[in-house]
């Protein structure tokens, strides 16, 4: 599962009727990179979440029929972004 | 699902059977990098899209039988391509 | 899917039974980069193609069980790889 | 399969219902890229395992209902970070 | 599938029980980069071999209930490793 900020909801009006009524968003991941998922979660501007993408996704939706690749499986309680590394934990990396 | 720009219509006339009538387009990821997908939604050049890949690409074709690994699954309504971001709404990337 | 260019069958006297009998060539992708797949259609080197990846691979070599994660879908009629484009037809990138 | 080292747990208060009561770790490719995975093997801070991705992450879990796509295969006996090779073993590179 | 060359095993004792007693190799690609696959085809240190990924990889093994996202698919008779090509053909990249 890959690490990614979420940024804003995104506008379609044209869209695969597989997926439903979800509410798609513009992920970024470490390097800029954006990406579309769906979010069942909550998500707000600026959250740091972690995806699932594959089969997964569709699974995570909590309804299998959603068509979608890459589907918000949480959001990360603590997270920083400069040294991408979680926050409020001891991190031992030997 | 990722965003890419519909560019043209590529013409294959020896093309596996699997594939059955789809119109299959050229896109362009934000690297200029071409990628082959199946368009059920009915795009034009030049549209901002996210694509759905894997398993769900055939299921987005409203077909689970298309033989295609990357389906259009909408045309995104407002996209800048300079600044890669979405248009018309509020973004907030704390 | 992605584009390719056909370059030559691969050799593999020891290989999983999974394969059966299909032709397996080497393609290069832009990069160059080499990758192996199953042909169902018939290439010649330099050739350029579209491949289809994970299952639908399986499926697009009219035998599902046949062990590919990679499959030529078909041949590509006109494709310009200077400036990575299809040729002979109006190309247009707004 | 990949080769990661595990870094730390994660913490996501708010997640998918689909990972039930699995531990997720924080892991980081040789890049440094940070990737998150479910622990079914027990593994600490700093140990060297190698992932499996895709629907495999599920079956690995022992509950294929698991929602991941990423799993912790195994802990890798020896291996040696600096020039990215397995210890203890003979290594022949022809 | 790609093409990759085998280094040494990988000793794991601590691993998922998914993956039976099937013997795991780390290969490397082009880039250096390592990769635990499972082999079901007998290779030795040196050989180039090419690998199938997602769920071609478990049925590759023989059997479909091991737990692995890269399987050895077969050897390459002739590869050279400096120019990138198969040898011992004719190859013609027009």
Known sequence: MEIMQAED????TNRSPGLQHMSL???????GKPQVAVDPVGVR???WVFTMSGSAARHATGN???LTDLTIG????FWEAENDQPTGN???TG
Chains 1, 2, 3, 4, 5 share one sequence.
């Open 9 to 12: 909801t995104l506008v379609c």
């Open 25 to 31: 968003w513009v992920l970024r991941d470490r390097n």
């Open 45 to 47: 501007p600026g959250n």
């Open 64 to 66: 299998f029929e959603v």
């Open 74 to 77: 949480g959001i990360i309680d």
């Open 90 to 92: 001891t991190v031992a």
